[in-house]
């Protein structure tokens, strides 16, 4: 997690208690930006980009606002009540959060707020879960009442087993289709040869300049072990062969030909087998 320095102004005694202001790490988004320059102009990732802000998608407005980061470093002055004002969370969270016992902060001190983007991108999650689950039941109703009524018993019969054909039909088709192996869901960022500081050439010593379509994922060697290969969701079958110092745990980062690609695939979950 990046680490914000942000600014204090001067505190206004209300009630008797010192109330601050606090600005965080921002950045107002201009015309022809798009997150994977910002992110690499500030040192970051898009992935972080999109968690800290609550993204749903990795479309950028101009003049819209971006946080750049998620910790704030207590000053001479604050209380936790001022900084849970200014960031909009209660100070039962900061202290949850924070493991605090008490209100007491000391300057110097870095309180973690990205458990306010967490819990908001939960409920987010949840209630589109809901709604996506609520037009589910509403089509399947409105498919039902369209259905003209059938004759007799024997025609029923007759539909059923077609169905129950189709349907197995499907199945057996879709099992040949997927790829074998353990599959794991991840989260999946894209990334090009052609950066700043890269020397484009991965871990395993595949030279992705000469290489520009080659599939290559990075990925953490102790999820997926370097060499293996895998099918991504949306990518295609690909070659664990290289690292990242942001690919932690469940993540991976696809290779991509071009900077628009990168831009176009933004940040997904998709599920990941290990074919070998």
């Known amino acids: ?67 750049l980061n998620d910790a704030y470093t207590v000053e001479k002055g604050d209380t936790l009540i001022g900084i849970s004002q200014e960031f909009d969370v209660s100070v039962n969270d900061l202290k949850k959060w924070n493991n605090l016992n008490s209100d007491i902060i000391v300057v110097g001190q870095e309180l973690d707020l990205n458990g306010a983007n967490v819990e908001q991108s939960q409920n987010e999650s949840a209630s589109a879960s809901e709604s996506s689950s609520n037009e589910s039941n509403e089509s399947s109703e409105q498919e039902q009442s369209s259905e003209p009524e059938q004759s007799s018993e024997p025609a029923q019969t007759v539909s059923s087993n077609n169905n129950s054909n189709e349907s197995s039909s499907n199945q057996e088709s879709s099992s040949q289709n997927s790829p074998e192996g353990e599959t794991i869901s991840m989260t999946a960022t894209a990334y090009t040869a052609d950066c700043a500081g890269c020397s484009g050439v991965t871990a395993t010593g595949v030279d992705l300049n000469a290489n520009p379509n080659k599939k290559v994922i990075a990925v953490d060697p102790s999820v997926i072990p370097l060499g293996s290969k895998v099918h991504v ?44």
């Open 233 to 276: 969701e949306g990518y295609g079958y690909a070659t664990a062969a290289d690292v990242g110092g942001a690919i932690n745990g469940n993540k991976i980062d696809v290779h991509v030909s071009s900077k628009s690609e990168a831009n176009n695939w933004g940040v997904r979950t998709v599920d990941v087998t290990v074919v070998e």
């Open 1 to 67: 997690m990046k680490k914000l320095v942000a600014s204090i102004a001067t505190g206004v005694m209300i009630a008797g208690a010192t109330v601050t202001t606090a600005s965080a790490a921002e950045y107002e988004v201009e015309k022809g930006d798009n997150l994977w320059g910002i992110a690499q102009d500030n040192n970051t990732t898009v992935e972080e980009l999109v968690d800290i802000n609550n993204l749903k998608n990795t479309t950028i407005q101009p003049k819209q606002t971006l946080y």
